[in-house]
């Protein structure tokens, strides 16, 4: 037997909200040399960044998780 009664109850326009990485896409960041990797803080946890010719100081574009 399978119960429908949440998906009733959600209004029809209602929207995801963000959560965790998802709420920084978007943003702009500055990046920080840690050991041989790139770094950037978000609610000051560490999340590495990959790209082509970054230098600590620049700024970057959070694009998504991966």
Not at 15 to 29: C, E, L, P
Request: glycine content about 10%; aromatic content about 8%; cysteine-free.
């Amino acid at each position: 037997m399978s119960y429908f009664l949440p998906r009733l109850l959600t209004p029809a326009d209602s929207h995801d909200v963000a959560q965790g990485v998802d709420v920084y896409i978007g943003q702009k960041r500055k990046v920080k040399k840690v050991g041989d990797t790139f770094k950037i803080s978000l609610d000051g946890v560490e999340y590495i960044v990959l790209g082509d010719d970054i230098e600590s100081g620049d700024s970057v574009i959070v694009t998504g998780k991966k």
